[in-house]
């Protein structure tokens, strides 16, 4: 059975105005949100989550906080991913023990560890978790490492609870090859909004998305119109929707999603140093992307 089916938001961290501390009371609220427009599953302290800028007790008090907070709604997939195999594991394990119902597992980032380093990487903090679900994030342009299809296809093939993999290479083929190798026995979810109808018909079974942060029930249909056979229904979703796509992405994400939320009045709060806030000139497109699709006044 699939750790989720749809769209996943990969969702935002709301820090404090006053001293960019946790903000529990709006994270609250943004699950609330979320869950009542339409979204499939959550993923927290990811990228777009600034896990990065994060204290090990912030990331895992996050996890917990919305693990608990969701009540089972929808799944909530825990980013636990580090460049050092032991801290993975620590933060996996902790995340397995709050009741994630899934972990996703950014490849080690800086190391640009061999491909066997890889395997072995994955395969002890698949080992360590006990039977919790991981899916490996592969994102080369944020780790300068390329989890390679038959790398993956030998992780899925050796390790029972290494169930999928959230691909943001942008390479369509690469993803198709694992899909040959694997004989399609993979959940395989598009790490890149613009690429979710290509990766579906190649048989995944949706996206983590950033721009479900501002629009899930969009992306909800959008993934639901392909599982119901409406190809051309999910294609003119992905197509209305890709000036906010191109516009998410005009600085460096999370700085244009976290402005969007904020936009929408669901108090995100600031970004953490080293992002700084988004560029006038490019918020003001957001804004009118925002103010096109319907999502602003």
């Known amino acids: 059975m699939s750790v989720f089916r749809g769209s996943a938001v990969a969702i935002v961290t709301p820090f404090r105005e006053e001293d960019e ?30 896990a990065a800028t994060m204290t090990e007790k912030e990331h895992m008090d996050t996890v917990k906080f919305c693990i608990e907070h969701v009540a089972h709604r929808v799944p909530v997939i825990a980013g636990t991913g ?11 394990v902790l995340g397995a023990e709050y009741g ?3 972990l996703l597992l950014v490849s080690p980032y800086y190391n640009k560890a061999t491909q066997e380093g890889l395997y072995l990487h994955y395969k002890a903090v698949a080992d360590a978790v006990h039977g919790t679900p991981v899916i490996v994030y592969n994102v080369p342009g944020r780790t300068g490492c390329n ?25 369509i083929s690469q993803i198709g090859k694992l899909m040959a190798l694997t004989d399609g026995n993979i959940e395989v979810y598009s790490g890149n909004d613009d690429e979710t109808v290509p990766i579906l018909a190649l048989g995944g079974l949706g996206v983590i998305s950033v ?8 992306m909800h249909d959008l993934c639901q119109k392909f599982f119901d056979g409406d190809v051309a229904g999910a294609a003119k979703i992905q197509r209305d929707i890709y000036p906010l796509f191109e516009n ?3 600085e460096v994400n999370p700085i244009p999603v976290k402005k969007a939320v904020n936009l929408l009045g669901q108090n995100a709060g600031p ?3 080293p992002l700084t806030e988004m560029e006038p000139e490019h ?10 699709f319907g999502l602003l006044s």
């Open 211 to 218: 721009v479900a942060n501002i629009a899930p029930q969009a």
């Open 248 to 250: 998410l992405f005009s």
């Open 21 to 50: 501390s946790l903000n529990f009371d709006a994270f609250a609220d943004i699950i609330d949100y979320q869950i009542d427009h339409g979204t499939d599953a959550i993923v927290v302290c990811g990228s777009t989550g600034e």
């Open 147 to 171: 989890v390679l299809p038959e790398t993956v296809a030998r992780m899925v093939k050796d390790v029972p609870n290494i169930v999928g993999i959230k691909e943001a290479s942008g390479n």
């Open 82 to 92: 580090s460049n050092c195999t032991k801290t993975a594991v620590d933060l996996s």
């Open 100 to 102: 994630a119902d899934g």
């Open 271 to 273: 970004l953490r140093m």
């Open 283 to 292: 918020a003001e497109k957001l804004k009118k992307a925002m103010a096109d």
